[in-house]
C-alpha cells in the first residue's frame, strides 16, 4: 500500500468531526496568510510614495540652500567695507564774485552768489504770519505783503530803474508821509536807500534783477504799530555794448545790500492820513561792483563804468557781508571815499 491511500485510510483523518475542524483550521490559515500578504503588499504600496516624499523634502532644502548662496554672492560689500557713498553737489553756492573769468551775456550772473537766487522779489522770504501784539496772524501777514511790495516798487520796477519815477512807489505809503519821502528821493544824491535809479545810459539784461532775503515783525512802541525789519541783497545784472572786453562779472553785475525797517501804523489811535505804512530810521545800504562815479550822482551803474580797476588776474571780490543778508552790513563802503 502506497503513501497515500496510508494517509487516507488513517482513523482520524476518517473521522468527519475531525474533517470539519481541519477545513476550519486551513480556511482561517489561509484567510490570516491572504490577510498578512495585503498587509505586505500595502506597506509596499506606500514605501515609494514615502521614500519620494523624502526626496522631494531633499531636492526642495537644496533649492532654498542654493538660492541663498546665489543671493549672498550677489549682495553689495557692506559699506563700511568700501567707505560711504557720496553724491557731488549739482552746484556750488558762491561766495565771492570772480574778477578774472569768462562772460556769457546770456548767463550773466554765472561765477557771482546770484546765480542761485530767485528772480524778482521772490527770493525775499518771509515766515509764516503769527499774531504780534494787537495785529492779528492776518494782518501781519498783510504787512509782510506790503513790505515786499514796496521793496520790488523801489528796486526791481522799470518805472523807477529806468525812469526815475517814483510816484507809484510814494502811494504805497501812509498820505501823511509821502510828502516828505518824496522831497528826500528828489534831492540828489539820494542816499535815503528805498530805491535804485539805473544812471542815464545803463540798461539791464533781459534775466531781471535777482534777490535773497528775510523778514520779520515784532509789535511797536504804541499800541496799534507793528513794525517789521527786512534784510535783503538785490543782483542787477548790466548789458555791456563791448562784452569781449571785460574781464569777469564783477563788472556787469551790480550788488544793492540793504537793511530796513518799517512801521504799520492802524487803529483809532492814528488819524486817517496816518494810518498804514510808514519808513523808519535805522538800517543802512551797501553797494559793490558798481560805477562809483554814477554812486556820487545817487544812481547805479555797472563796475565796467570805473576806468582801470580791472583788479589781480585770479584776485576775487570778497565781502560776505554784500552777498548774505544774514550777516552784517559791511563796514566799508563799496567804492572808495573821495
Known amino acids: 500500500m502506497d503513501e497515500e491511500n496510508l494517509l487516507d485510510s488513517h482513523p482520524d483523518l476518517m473521522d468527519p468531526e ?82 578774472v573769468a569768462h562772460v556769457d551775456l546770456k548767463h550773466a550772473y554765472a561765477r557771482t552768489p546770484a546765480d542761485v537766487w530767485k528772480k524778482g522779489i521772490d527770493g525775499v522770504a518771509s515766515p509764516a504770519p503769527a499774531a504780534a501784539g494787537s495785529f492779528t496772524a492776518a494782518q501781519v501777514g498783510d504787512a509782510y505783503a506790503k513790505v515786499k511790495q514796496v521793496i520790488a516798487a523801489g528796486r526791481l520796477d522799470p518805472a523807477v530803474l529806468d525812469r526815475h519815477d517814483t510816484a507809484a512807489f510814494l502811494a504805497l505809503f501812509a498820505k501823511d508821509v509821502q510828502a516828505d519821502i518824496g522831497k528826500t528821493l528828489a534831492a540828489k544824491p539820494d542816499f535815503s536807500g528805498y530805491v535804485t535809479e539805473l544812471a542815464d545810459g545803463y540798461h539791464l539784461l533781459d534775466q531781471g534783477p535777482r ?18 525789519d527786512v534784510k535783503y541783497v538785490v543782483a542787477y545784472a548790466f548789458d555791456s555794448p563791448h562784452p569781449d572786453s571785460l574781464t569777469g562779472p564783477w563788472e556787469i553785475v551790480s550788488f544793492v545790500r540793504s537793511d530796513e525797517r518799517y512801521v504799520v501804523r492802524q487803529g483809532k489811535g492814528f488819524a486817517a492820513g496816518s494810518r498804514g505804512l510808514w519808513p523808519d530810521n535805522g538800517g543802512g545800504t551797501f553797494y559793490e561792483s558798481i ?32 552777498y548774505d543778508p544774514n550777516l552784517p552790513l559791511p563796514d566799508v563802503h563799496g567804492c572808495p571815499e573821495s
Request: glycine residues 10%.
Open 18 to 99: 475531525w474533517r470539519k475542524h481541519a477545513q476550519t483550521d486551513a480556511w482561517l490559515g489561509s484567510k490570516k496568510d491572504r490577510k498578512q500578504f495585503r498587509k505586505q503588499q500595502r506597506r509596499a504600496a506606500r514605501g515609494p510614495r514615502g521614500r519620494w516624499w523624502v526626496f522631494a523634502l531633499f531636492v526642495a532644502i537644496l533649492a532654498v540652500t542654493t538660492a541663498a548662496i546665489v543671493l549672498a554672492g550677489r549682495r553689495p560689500a557692506p559699506e563700511t567695507a568700501v567707505g560711504p557713498v557720496t553724491t557731488a553737489p549739482t552746484s556750488v553756492n558762491p561766495t565771492s564774485v570772480a574778477r
Open 211 to 228: 534777490t535773497l532775503g528775510s523778514m520779520t515783525a515784532s509789535p511797536g512802541q504804541k499800541p496799534g504799530e507793528l513794525v517789521v
Open 291 to 322: 560805477g562809483c562815479e554814477a554812486l556820487k550822482q545817487g544812481y547805479l551803474a555797472p563796475g565796467y563804468a570805473n576806468p582801470d580797476d580791472a583788479g589781480l588776474p585770479g584776485e576775487e571780490k570778497e565781502v560776505p557781508g554784500a
